[in-house]
């Protein structure tokens, strides 16, 4: 079976990793499987990339591959079990974060909650391994996964995908650039936001199907400056709401003299123009932020070097996730508000799932006197993704929406009830739930 992934960010990535693991090998008279990953950007890291960068490059998380994240403990538990290898190396370069932080502009600390999932009981009743959230530069895990990837021998072309479709004949392809098309038997969208593959799916014009700007933007980046201490006693990741915006911060290294931190703030309208001003986005930040409480953010600010600039867009629910051989995973299935801190979590359990789905089918399809072909498997797997994929998403997308209202301008009356919400959140765990 010929495989394209369109897209080495986290999705496509750990998609091939699972796809190597798992697979089952075709019966002795087909040529062995082959998946290609095709990625637009080379990768880049620096502050300066965000300057000539637009909007929708940004948005492409890994355009710029600076910025950073939470893999959440059920991220952590795909990647102990693609390796556990794999695991303890995103653990090493990342930082283990035991407690989320809720504090209050302020100064009121609102609550702290273990980010463990020990309590967290599977429908069967097993035991589970107890993982926490785990801080990373998106850089850092993203190196990891492409190390395994180059380990194993797998091959990504950097190769922008403009356009996807099916031709007569019921194959699925991808068009690049200057014209030229490729046919495979599997084509994976895992392209983001702004999925190419997409296009082949979903009529691009029709707005249902279009990524949604979400009226906030993210700001972020990394300095070098001493932990806190209590922050490295605790090692928390520090969430604060203010009237006027929203400020995080924690570790995401194992050094003590380096932190991430990052912003939100309400932006009605996309800026059309490319280019960003890193120093004007310092100077809004210090104005944004003047007045907090916290002495840490004002520290932060000074010394900030502004690395990533995400305007949040989200997919709106589609009606499935591919059809005829093209399938979405990650963002370009259904990219989340950045409040979920899921993004990537979700991305690496798309890839998990469809791969345990596509090794299930194709077991039956190559077994003897089967009466499906690997076609079909293809089109159960991707059928069987959505169905048990969706509603989980689309409940964390519902409770990032709740959450967001508290990043955007509000009166005080409206700043005070979400402090006394996330208040009660710590006090009695069932509010919110
Ligand atoms: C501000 C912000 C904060 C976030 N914070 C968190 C967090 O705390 N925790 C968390 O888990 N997640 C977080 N996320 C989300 C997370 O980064 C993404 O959800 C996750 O990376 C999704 O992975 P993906 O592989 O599906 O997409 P992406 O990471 O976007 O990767 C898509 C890849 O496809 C490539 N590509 C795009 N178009 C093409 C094309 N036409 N042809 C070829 N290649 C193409 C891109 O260059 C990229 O490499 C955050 C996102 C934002 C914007």
């Known amino acids: 079976m010929k495989i394209i992934i369109v897209g080495a960010g986290i999705s496509g990535l750990s998609l091939y990793l699972h796809l190597r693991k798992h697979l089952p090998s075709p019966p ?5 499987h082959t998946i290609t990953i095709y990625e637009a950007h080379k990768p880049r890291s620096t502050p300066a990339a965000i300057q000539d960068s637009s909007f929708a490059e940004l948005s492409s998380s890994t355009a710029i591959v600076g910025g950073g994240l939470g893999i959440s403990p059920n991220g952590m538990r795909v990647l102990h079990s693609l390796s556990p290898a794999l695991h303890a190396a995103v653990t090493t370069q990342g930082f283990r974060c035991e407690n989320f932080d809720f504090r209050s502009s302020r100064g009121w600390k609102l609550h702290k909650t273990p980010t463990s999932d020990k309590n967290v009981k599977r429908p069967d009743g097993e035991e589970v391994r107890e993982e926490w959230c785990v801080a990373s530069s998106r850089h850092g895990l993203w190196s990891v996964l492409m190390d395994a990837v180059v380990e194993d021998g797998g091959k990504v072309i950097y ?17 690049f650039e200057d014209g030229a098309e490729e046919e495979a038997d599997l084509i994976v969208g ?4 702004w999925s190419a593959v997409k296009r082949g799916v979903f009529d691009a014009e029709d707005e249902r199907f279009s990524p949604k700007y979400e009226k906030l933007a993210g700001v972020g980046g990394f300095l070098d400056m001493p932990i806190p201490e209590d922050v490295l006693h605790d090692r928390s990741m520090v969430f604060t709401f203010g009237a006027n915006g929203f400020f995080g911060y924690s570790p995401y290294s194992p050094s003590k003299n380096r932190m991430m931190a990052w912003s939100t703030f309400e932006t009605e309208a996309v800026p059309a123009k490319k280019g960003f001003d890193v120093e004007e986005i310092k100077q809004q930040l210090t104005e944004r932020h003047k007045g907090w409480k916290d002495p840490v953010i004002s520290n932060i600010i000074n010394t900030i070097e502004i690395d990533s600039v995400y305007p949040v867009f989200t997919t709106p629910e589609l009606p499935h996730w591919g059809e005829n051989g093209l399938v979405l995973i990650g963002d370009a299935a259904h990219a989340l508000q950045p409040t979920t801190g899921q993004g990537a979590s979700q991305a690496l ?3 998990q ?7 299930h089918h194709l077991k039956k399809a190559y077994s003897e006197g089967s009466d499906i072909s690997e076609a079909d498997a293809i089109v159960l797997s991707s ?17 990032a929406r709740m959450i967001d209202a508290g990043k955007m301008k509000q009166t005080i009356w409206a700043e005070l009830l979400l402090c006394l919400f996330l208040w009660l959140v710590g006090k009695f765990q069932f509010v919110g739930k």
């Open 190 to 193: 895992a392209d983001g936001v």
């Open 383 to 399: 059928k069987s993704l959505y169905e048990l994929r969706r509603l989980r998403v689309k409940t964390l997308a519902d409770r």
């Open 159 to 175: 190769r922008k995908v403009v356009d996807a479709g099916v031709t007569g004949l019921g194959r699925p392809f991808v068009r």
């Open 349 to 351: 359990e798309d890839a």
């Open 353 to 359: 799932t469809f791969s345990f789905l596509l090794t």
């Open 28 to 32: 002795s008279s087909q040529p062995p």
